[in-house]
């Protein structure tokens, strides 16, 4: 069989026919047969390759957040990190930190008599830290409906909640 005589390749998400690397109705990337050695090797890239979008997206909201946040806003996302995946990686890294390098997260005047203690404490303080992202939907949802302003919506309030709360 020739190379004119096989199907067209299709997308294994949607179905659509490919005519390049990702799918041009879904975006998904075209897919290969599952292998360890592919598995690790997405892992890796995806762990290492920030493409200095997380750098420039922390250090936007360190100097001008609510510049940074408008150009995200005004279609300029792809320099900088999805804001829930930011939100995601603070929260995450907060939390090793905590963990790792055995921070007293504990309340002045209150004793933790034994070491089992101070770990039901930072296992539920380290729990506690994901609650910023039910608190972020609550938390844009009341300035929606206080500001009463058709100037920016639920989502885009709810994108500079999820980069000044993770943030801060």
Do not use: K
């Not at 790792?100 to 830290?129: K, N, Y």
């Amino acid at each position: 069989m020739s190379g004119r005589d096989q199907a067209p390749a299709t997308c294994a998400g949607c179905g659509a026919v490919l005519h390049g690397e990702f799918c041009s109705d879904c975006g998904q990337r075209r897919s290969a047969r599952l292998s360890f050695r592919r598995s690790l090797h997405v892992a890796w890239g995806q762990l290492v390759d920030f493409d200095f979008g997380f750098a420039r997206t922390f250090a936007g909201l360190s100097s001008r957040p609510g510049e940074m946040v408008l150009e995200y806003l005004g279609g300029r996302r792809g320099r900088y990190t999805n804001p829930f995946r930011y939100a995601f990686v603070i929260t995450t890294v907060t939390v090793i930190a905590i963990n790792l390098l055995d921070i007293d997260v504990t309340m002045p005047g209150v004793p933790l008599d034994s070491e089992r203690e101070q770990a039901a404490v930072r296992l539920l303080i380290s729990l506690m830290a994901y609650l910023v992202f039910p608190a972020i939907l609550l938390l844009a949802r009341l300035q929606r409906w206080l500001a009463r302003t058709d100037r920016f919506n639920y989502a885009e309030i709810l994108v500079f909640d999820a980069y000044c709360l993770s943030h801060a």
